[in-house]
């Protein structure tokens, strides 16, 4: 029989991942739900068919009948969450990120190390998207030559009036940061941040331009705009000493009509990362019991995290600031 999943957390996310997981997927069952609000519990429960519901997040954890639990919830509730998890011994996929602030991400990695078993996936789930997979192959094939920039755009129609500066990097631009460090393979050294002035339909957020350095000296600029009105799009291109690659326009179909040639473009990241986050899912519970889960791991959550804190911290400062990683535990070494 196939895993028994608790889902704590509802909302949009929680309310794809339950459709992704009672699509049969990998034999998997929906066997429990929790969100503060009992009424979107109870409305994913039904849409799903005959989950249980759970008041307490953390009476969800220790039920001894669910195998693995998927945590959607509010970014401050992640910790608490996935140390219980830890603690039960239970394999966990959390969305990102980690946790919200780098000391708990710190008291994560060091439970997760401490008990000697790898059990946190953090949903950074563009690392299962076709385009950055096939990116990250042809450069280890190695025609391309040595990466020198690579240029991403992550731009959202429209975003909530709580997502604040501060957020279109912690939040919005973490995305890239994770999946920068995928590509490239090696930690960034250095950031600094530059805002233009606020879109006249936004006021009050500005869209931030991010300049990260590796430690062998490639660099990664992001712009993060989360009110570019007209969809979703995210692009990327890696430059390399002899060629570049980029990810194609999603979805893959060009139209050419009345005069126009053009390409669709999704609504929102759950359209455009459809196939990752199924695959995210389906690749998690392939790896439970395994000890091997698969995607980003703590660590890697962790790195994401310190990496954006320091693009903060530049972004507040005006000025170019040091990316400083504590050592990563050999536990972690090719995760
Ligand atoms: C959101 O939380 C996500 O994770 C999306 O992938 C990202 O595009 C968006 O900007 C975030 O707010």
Redesign the pocket.
């Known amino acids: 029989m196939g895993a028994r999943v608790g889902l704590i957390g509802a909302g949009i996310m929680g309310a794809d991942h339950a459709r992704i997981l009672s699509s049969g997927i990998g034999g998997a069952v929906l066997a429990a739900v929790h969100d503060a609000d009992s009424a979107r519990a109870r409305q994913v429960a039904d849409a799903c068919g005959g989950t249980q519901l759970y008041d307490d997040p953390q009476a969800l954890i220790a039920d001894a009948g669910i195998d693995a639990v998927l945590v959607a919830s509010p970014d401050e509730t992640h910790a608490a969450l996935v140390l219980a998890c830890i603690a039960q011994g239970k394999p966990v996929l959390v969305e ?1 990120p980690l946790a919200a602030t780098l000391d708990e991400c710190r008291a994560i990695v060091a439970a997760e190390t401490r008990g000697g078993r790898r059990l946190v996936q953090v949903g950074y789930m563009r690392r299962f998207d076709p385009g950055y997979r096939m990116m990250k192959a042809a450069l280890a094939e190695g025609r391309l030559g040595p990466p020198l920039f690579l240029h991403c755009v ?1 731009r ?1 129609a429209v ?1 909530p009036h709580w ?1 604040t500066n501060e957020l279109v990097i912690a ?2 631009a973490t ?1 890239e940061i994770d999946i920068a460090r995928y590509l490239l393979g090696e930690e960034f050294a250095s950031v600094s941040v530059i805002s233009p002035r606020a879109s006249s339909r936004a006021p009050t957020r500005q869209p931030q331009l991010i300049v990260l350095e590796t430690a062998s000296g490639v660099v990664v600029d992001v712009e993060a705009f ?1 009110d570019a009105q007209y969809g979703y799009d995210v692009r990327a291109e890696l430059v390399c000493e002899n060629g570049t690659v980029a990810l194609a326009p999603n979805p893959p179909l060009a139209t050419r009509l009345a005069g126009q040639d053009s390409h669709a473009l999704h609504a929102d ?1 759950r359209g455009r ?1 459809a196939d990752a986050y199924r695959d995210q899912i389906g690749a998690w519970l392939v790896s439970l019991g395994t000890d091997r889960p698969a995607g980003s791991s703590a660590w890697d959550g962790y790195a994401a995290s310190v990496t954006a804190d320091a693009a903060l911290q530049a972004w507040r400062t005006r000025s170019r600031t040091t990316v400083q990683l504590d050592t990563m535990p050999e536990f972690y070494r090719n995760a």
């Open positions: 990102k992550h959202n975003a997502l939040n919005s995305h989360v990241w990362f």
